[in-house]
């Protein structure tokens, strides 16, 4: 393996903070973007409670040991906060002469899109190098084929759905699964194929409660004694999946119907090693373009090569759903 010699910078200092909802993977990120600062000799700063911990100045200087034995621990270690105020000009003023005091001049935020704005405002504002780490189970940011934790989500809905399944097929029963996806479907149709599921409702596609309520009808005339249908929570064929739950109950009388919400335990656990090895590469490749002199981008994914896709765009673009893994999932349904 050739030996590659860190690379000179400008900049004296990085800080990397978490914001928004937590995913697995971040702790993965955080530490690999402390390290990459370690390597090139520049100095790191953790940001505790997001964008928070800024207006706060609750930051405290990381080196290589400070992030050990992380990679494998969900959540973040640096927090996650709601804060309003960073909403404000005032508040990004706080926050970036708490940056300038501790002679921090590069910032790593690894979140979602509502992460990103905050940082495409702050960028513009201050002229403040920035650069964005997607970090979200939703899978729904563009300018990147995976976020972090989206792989571990799936495989933890996979493997609940797997012992709901046992449950079905004991009682002939209909079971409704909620999965996280309020405004995108990748988690459900991801996992509702992997599991099997017999239907799979998300916001991108609007089935309606009588073409579902056919298709179970469908699935009982087969010999199905038990179904799975897996709904992701923006779906818009009902005000929610209680209320499809009940139609389907009133008018498919067989089947004794229950709903399971899965709920935050989809953003919890140990992170898979893809996203450990996607977070990994995301953190180097984020501290590198800083110290490049990039700013105002999101590190992203796409066949396999790490990219920079400018702020803006990944804010305003929603990746797009996989129309041929809707047809799979609608042929293997039968």
């Not at 991108?204 to 699935?219: P, T, Y």
């Not at 897996?230 to 499809?244: L, R, S």
């Amino acid at each position: 393996m050739a030996f590659i010699l860190p690379m000179p910078s400008k900049l004296s200092h990085i800080g990397v903070l978490t914001s928004g909802g937590d995913s697995p993977g971040m702790n993965a990120a955080v530490r690999a973007v402390v390290r990459t600062c370690a390597y090139h000799n520049v100095g790191c700063f953790g940001v505790y409670q997001g964008y928070q911990g800024l207006i706060d100045n609750n930051l405290e200087p990381m080196n290589a040991r400070s992030v050990k034995d992380i990679i494998n621990k969900g959540g973040t270690i640096l927090k996650s906060a709601r804060c309003l105020e960073f909403r404000t000009p005032e508040g990004r003023k706080i926050a970036h002469d708490n940056l300038k005091k501790n002679n921090i001049d590069g910032l790593v935020v690894i979140g979602g899109d509502g992460s990103f704005t905050g940082a495409m405002i702050f960028q513009k504002e201050f002229s403040f190098p920035v650069i964005g780490i997607p970090g979200t189970i939703d899978n729904d940011i563009q300018g990147t084929r995976f976020t972090l934790g989206y792989d571990t989500a799936l495989n933890t809905v996979i493997d609940a759905i797997d012992k709901i399944r046992d449950t079905a097929s004991s009682h002939n029963r209909l079971f409704f699964v909620e999965v996280m996806g309020r405004d995108a479907g990748h988690i459900a149709l991801n996992a509702g194929i992997g599991a099997g599921a017999e239907e799979i409702l998300i916001p991108e596609e609007d089935m309606g409660l009588e073409r579902l309520l056919e298709s179970l009808k469908r699935s009982e005339k087969s010999g199905k004694s038990s179904s799975i249908v897996v709904v992701a929570e923006g779906d818009k064929t009902g005000k929610n999946v209680f209320e499809i739950a009940s139609y389907i109950e009133n008018n498919l009388p067989y089947y004794e119907v229950r709903v399971s919400v899965l709920g935050h335990m989809q953003r919890g656990g140990s992170p898979s090693c893809f996203d450990r090895v996607l977070a990994s590469r995301m953190g180097v490749f984020a501290v590198e373009s800083l110290l490049d002199g990039n700013s105002n981008k999101m590190v992203g994914i796409i066949d396999e090569n790490i990219t920079l896709t400018p702020l803006e765009d990944a804010i305003k673009g929603k990746s797009k759903i996989n129309n041929n893994l809707i047809r799979v999932s609608d042929i293997l349904s039968i």
